[in-house]
C-alpha cells in the first residue's frame, strides 16, 4: 500500500521525504539520547549542590554544638550565616523544629508553617517533617511541590524542590529550597542550544533536499509546463534544453515530436473548424426543430400526442393527452400502460393488440373507437397510430395521436337528422322544390316537383330547366336576369309545361344559392301549380260577387218591404180622403184639375209601391221539376204581340232534349218576360235590324251541368261603365216614369233563389246577351 | 137603423179616412186605435162589421180576430182585414184566425166601399 502511494508522489516530495527519513531520523534520536543523558547528569549535578549545602549547614550546626554550649548565641549566629546562603536567584535555607515553627528565616521566623500547603493544596512541611523524622542520622530528603508566590507577581505555580536533613540534637530540620527552574537553568540553555543546532541542521538538510530536487525536477517540470500548454492547445511552446544529459535529450526529441504534433494539429485543427461548424449548424437546426417539436407538442392541447414503447409503456404524454385523458404526465410516464385510456371491454377483445399488429405492417392505424377518462367517462376518439422505427427500420415504439370526436359525432348527427329532416320535409312538401347549377342544369327535384311536372326524378336531373318553360332558354334567361338583379322572387308567377304538354300556371318563390363565400352556386325555387286555384279563384270571385250581390239584394228587399209597408197607410189616407173630396165636390168646382193632378201623383207612388212590394215578396218560390222552356214559352205568348209591333224578328232555338230544372215556373216566366222586355226597349233606338234571339241549351264543361236560356238583342249594348251596375236595383237608363230600375234586380234575385246564376255579356254598339244559367237536375235526384 | 162598423187601426190616418169614407154612406163609425179598446166596444155595442189592421202594438190583428170569434154574439159578424201584408202566408193567416176577407192596402176606396155594401149591405 505504500509503495504505490510513493509512487504516486512528486519527485520533489519523495526526495524530501528520503532526505527527511535518511538524515533527520537518526539526527533526531542522538539529539534526543544525548539531551536526555547529559539532561540527567546536570540535574544530579544541580541536586548534589542543594544536598550539599544543607549538609554544611548540618556540619555547621554540628561544629557549633561542639564549640558553644549556648544555643542562644550559636542560633543568632547560624543566622547570620545561613541567611547569607543563596540558592540560585530565589532559594534560601531555613531551619524549623519539628514542630513546624521556623527557627532560622530569612522573614519569618517563629511563625509556625506546619500546616502550610503548597499550590495543589498539598500539606507538605507536615510530610516533609514526617520524612525528616523517618531519616537515618546523615541522611538527606527531597520533596517537590508546586508553589506560587504572589508575592512576587507570579500568576501560575512553579516547581519548586527542597532538601532536608534532620539535626538531632536541637530538633532541627534544616531545609534548602529553591525553583527547579533556577538550579536547572544551565540545563535548560544546553537543551535549548540542542534543539536550536538540530533544527539548523534539519533546515540546512530541508535546503538541500530542496535545491536538488528543484534542480533535477525544474526540466521535467518545464516538459510538464509545455506539455500541459500543449494539452490546453499551445503547441508553439517548446522546451528550454539547458544540459546535455538524458534528460536534455528527452527535450530535443520532445520538441521535435511537438513540431509533428503542430503539423498534424494544425491540418485536424482546419479540419476539426469545419466540421464544428458543420456541426454547430445542424446542432443549431436540431435545437430549432426540437423546440418547434416540442411546442408543437404542447400546443397541440385538442390532440393527445403520445409516445409509447413496444410494449405500449407511455414514455410521452403531451398537455393535449392530459387535458383528454385526465392523467397527469408525470403519473403515467414510464409508469402507466396505455391499456388505461382503452376500454375493458374493448381490451378484452385484444384492441391493442390489433392495433399494434396494425401499425407494424402497415405504418400506421386509423381508427374511430371509445376510449376512457381517468375519471371513466367513455367518449368517442380518432386515434392515429403510427409506429416509430430506429435507424435499421425496425420498429421500437409507437406515436398515437388521439382526438375527441364527441363534438363531430354530435354535429354529423345533427347534421345527419338536419339531412333527413329537410329531406323529409322537402319529400312531403306539397309544393315542388327545385334546385339548379349556374348553367341551368337540374341538380335536386322533390317528389310534389315529380308531380307537378310529370317528369321522374332520374329523367331530369342533370336536364337544363328550359325545358320546364313554356319560352324556353328565353324563360330561363329572363329568371336569372330577374335572379342576379333581385337576389330572389317571391311569388312570381310564370307558365310552365307538363310532360305531356299542358301549360300550368305556377306561382314560385326562386332565389340565388349561395356557398359560404357567398358566391353563387346555382338557384333555387318552390313551385306551386296554381293552375286549378287560379280557376278556382276566378269562379270564387265570381260566385263572391254574386253572393255579394245577392246579399245585398236581401238587405235591400227588407228595407223595400219595409218602406213600401210604411207609405201604405199614409197612402191609402191620402187616397181615400181625396175620393171623398172629389164625391162631394161639385163638377164645377174650380180646383178639381188641381186635385185630379194629386190623385195622379197618388196612382205613381201606388204603382212604384205596388212594384216595391213585387221586388220584395217575400213569397217562397213554389218548386217544382219543370222544363224551362214552359215558362219561355209563356213569357213570349205575353209578349208576341208587342214585339211584332215594334217591328222586332223574333229567332228561337228552344233544345228539345234539355233536362228538367227544379223552379218556380211562375217566377221565371217573370224573369223572362222582364228580360225580353228590356231587350224590346234596348232596340226602341235602334235603326239597325231588330233581332231578339231566345236560345236554350246545354252546358257541361266548367263544374255541374247547367241549363242555359239565353236572351239576346241587337240593342245599343250597355256602356262598360254600367255593366256592373245593371244588376243593382233602381239602377235604370229608362226614361222617368219607364222603369223602376227594378227588373233586373228581381230577375237576379229570382235565379238565386233557383241557385243558378246570371251572365251578362255586353258590348256598347253590339247588343247585350243575358245568359240564365240554372244547374240541370242531376238523373237519380228527386 | 143605420149599420156599424168598428175600425181597428193602430194608424190614425187610416182611421179619419175610413171613417171619412164610410160615414157619408150612411154607416156609423167607431174607430179604435188597439185591441183592447176594441174588445171593451164590442161590449158595448152591436157591429155589423169590424176592418181590422193586422201589425197593432200590443195585440197584433190575428190575436184579436180569434179573440172576438170566441164571443158568442160574434160568432157570425163579418170580420175583414186591411192590412199592408199581402203574401199569401198572411193572407191564410188572417183567414184561419176566423176573418171572412183579408184585403191588402192600398186598396181603393171604391172597391172597398163595394165590399163593405156587398157584405153588410
Known amino acids: ?782 | 137603423m143605420a149599420k156599424t162598423i168598428l175600425v181597428v187601426d193602430d194608424d190614425e190616418l187610416v182611421r179619419i179616412a175610413l171613417n171619412e169614407l164610410l160615414r157619408p154612406e150612411g154607416y156609423e163609425v167607431h174607430p179604435v186605435p188597439s185591441g183592447a179598446e176594441a174588445l171593451k166596444k164590442l161590449d158595448q155595442n152591436d157591429y155589423d162589421l169590424l176592418m181590422l189592421d193586422v201589425i197593432m202594438p200590443e195585440m197584433d190583428g190575428f190575436e184579436l180576430c180569434k179573440q172576438i170569434r170566441e164571443k158568442e154574439n160574434y160568432r157570425e159578424t163579418p170580420i175583414v182585414f186591411l192590412t199592408a201584408k199581402s203574401r199569401d202566408e198572411d193572407r191564410d193567416e188572417g183567414i184561419e184566425a176566423g176573418a171572412n176577407l183579408f184585403l191588402s192596402k192600398p186598396i181603393s176606396p171604391d172597391k172597398l166601399l163595394q165590399i163593405v155594401s156587398d157584405t153588410i149591405g
Open chain 1, 1 to 782: 500500500m505504500f509503495i504505490p502511494l510513493f509512487r504516486d508522489w512528486k519527485i520533489r516530495t519523495k526526495l524530501i521525504s528520503v532526505t527527511l527519513f535518511v538524515v533527520l531520523v537518526p539526527l533526531l534520536c542522538v539529539a534526543f539520547l544525548s539531551m536526555d543523558r547529559f539532561g540527567k547528569a546536570l540535574k544530579n549535578a544541580s541536586d548534589e549542590d542543594l544536598e550539599h549545602l544543607v549538609r554544611s549547614v548540618y556540619s555547621m550546626c554540628k561544629v557549633h554544638q561542639e564549640e558553644v554550649q549556648e544555643k542562644g548565641q550559636i542560633v543568632h549566629f547560624l543566622d547570620e550565616e545561613i541567611k547569607e546562603i543563596k540558592v540560585g536567584d530565589t532559594g534560601y535555607v531555613y531551619i524549623i523544629d519539628t514542630e513546624g515553627v521556623l527557627k532560622i528565616h530569612p522573614a519569618k521566623v517563629g511563625e509556625n508553617i506546619f500546616d502550610l500547603r503548597d499550590s495543589s493544596g498539598f500539606r507538605y512541611i507536615r510530610a516533609m517533617i514526617t520524612d525528616a523524622l523517618a531519616l537515618g542520622n546523615g541522611e538527606v530528603g527531597t520533596i517537590r511541590y508546586p508553589w506560587m508566590n504572589p508575592e512576587l507577581g507570579e500568576k501560575s505555580p512553579r516547581q519548586k524542590i527542597n532538601k532536608y536533613i534532620y539535626f538531632r540534637p536541637w530538633n532541627w530540620i534544616i531545609v534548602a529550597g529553591t525553583y527547579e527552574d533556577e538550579i536547572y537553568r544551565s540545563l535548560y540553555e544546553t537543551e535549548r542550544f540542542i534543539i536550536l543546532m538540530g533544527l539548523a541542521a534539519l533546515a540546512l538538510v530541508l535546503i538541500l533536499t530542496l535545491t536538488l530536487s528543484k534542480v533535477l525536477t525544474k526540466p521535467i517540470q518545464e516538459l510538464t509546463d509545455v506539455t500541459t500548454k500543449m494539452v490546453g492547445g499551445d503547441l508553439s511552446q517548446r522546451v528550454i534544453t539547458r544540459s546535455a544529459d538524458e534528460i536534455g535529450v528527452l527535450g530535443v526529441s520532445f520538441n521535435r515530436m511537438i513540431g509533428q504534433i503542430q503539423h498534424y494539429t494544425s491540418d485536424l485543427e482546419k479540419m476539426v473548424e469545419a466540421r464544428t461548424g458543420e456541426l454547430k449548424e445542424s446542432r443549431e437546426k436540431y435545437r430549432n426543430i426540437s423546440r418547434f417539436l416540442n411546442n408543437v407538442l404542447d400546443s397541440a392541447t385538442v390532440y393527445a400526442i403520445m409516445a409509447l414503447d413496444f410494449c405500449g409503456n407511455i414514455i410521452e404524454f403531451n398537455r393535449g393527452a392530459e387535458k383528454l385523458f385526465g392523467w397527469k404526465k408525470e403519473d403515467v410516464l414510464n409508469n402507466k400502460n396505455i391499456s388505461i385510456t382503452i376500454l375493458p371491454a374493448d381490451r378484452k377483445k385484444g384492441i391493442q393488440e390489433e392495433m399494434s399488429k396494425r401499425t407494424r405492417s402497415e405504418g400506421v392505424c386509423e381508427l374511430e373507437m371509445y376510449r376512457v377518462r381517468k375519471n371513466g367517462e367513455r367518449f368517442p376518439a380518432h386515434t392515429t397510430i403510427t409506429a416509430i422505427k430506429d435507424l435499421s427500420g425496425k420498429a421500437t415504439g409507437f406515436v398515437e395521436i388521439v382526438r375527441d370526436i364527441t363534438l363531430r359525432r354530435s354535429l354529423e348527427k345533427e347534421l345527419r337528422e338536419t339531412k333527413e329532416f329537410l329531406e323529409n320535409v322537402m319529400e312531403s312538401s306539397v309544393d315542388g322544390v327545385l334546385t339548379t347549377d349556374l348553367k341551368g342544369k337540374i341538380t335536386y327535384q322533390n317528389r310534389a316537383m315529380e308531380e307537378i311536372l310529370g317528369y321522374p326524378k332520374e329523367e331530369v336531373l342533370g336536364g337544363h330547366i328550359s325545358r320546364f318553360y313554356v319560352r324556353g332558354i328565353q324563360q330561363a334567361k329572363d329568371v336569372m336576369a330577374l335572379l342576379q338583379k333581385e337576389e330572389m322572387a317571391v311569388n312570381y308567377e310564370m307558365e310552365v309545361k307538363r310532360k305531356d304538354g299542358e301549360a300550368l300556371t305556377i306561382l314560385t318563390s326562386l332565389f340565388l344559392l349561395r356557398d359560404e363565400e357567398t358566391n353563387v352556386i346555382g338557384t333555387a325555387g318552390i313551385f306551386k301549380d296554381i293552375t286549378e286555384q287560379k280557376r278556382l279563384e276566378a269562379k270564387l270571385k265570381a260566385t263572391q260577387a254574386s253572393l255579394v250581390e245577392a246579399s245585398k239584394m236581401r238587405a235591400l228587399g227588407e228595407l223595400v218591404a219595409g218602406v213600401a209597408h210604411e207609405l201604405n197607410n199614409p197612402l191609402m189616407a191620402s187616397q181615400t180622403i181625396l175620393h171623398v173630396i172629389f164625391k162631394n165636390l161639385p163638377d164645377d168646382y174650380p180646383e178639381r184639375e188641381r186635385l185630379e193632378i194629386i190623385r195622379k201623383c197618388n196612382d205613381r207612388i201606388e204603382k212604384i209601391v205596388e212594384h216595391l212590394r213585387e221586388f220584395s215578396r217575400q213569397t217562397k218560390p213554389e218548386f217544382k221539376e219543370i222544363d224551362v222552356n214552359q215558362p219561355v214559352e209563356n213569357a213570349l205568348i205575353i209578349t208576341g204581340q208587342q214585339l211584332l209591333n215594334h217591328n222586332i224578328s223574333l229567332v228561337r232555338r228552344l233544345s228539345q232534349d234539355l233536362p228538367k230544372v227544379i223552379g218556380d215556373s211562375n217566377q221565371l216566366e217573370q224573369v223572362f218576360l222582364n228580360l225580353i222586355s228590356n231587350a224590346r226597349d234596348a232596340m226602341d233606338e235602334t235603326t239597325g235590324p231588330k233581332e231578339l234571339t231566345i236560345l236554350s241549351y246545354m252546358r257541361e264543361y266548367e263544374g255541374p251541368p247547367m241549363v242555359v236560356v239565353s236572351v239576346q238583342d241587337t240593342g245599343e249594348g250597355i256602356p262598360e261603365e254600367n255593366l256592373d251596375k245593371v244588376l243593382e236595383p233602381f239602377f235604370s237608363t229608362k226614361p222617368v216614369g219607364k222603369g223602376t230600375g227594378l227588373g233586373l234586380s228581381l230577375c237576379f234575385g229570382i235565379i238565386e233563389a233557383h241557385g243558378g246564376r246570371l251572365e251578362i255579356e255586353s258590348q256598347h254598339g253590339n247588343g247585350t246577351e243575358i245568359k240564365i244559367l240554372l244547374p240541370a237536375k242531376a238523373s237519380g235526384k228527386e
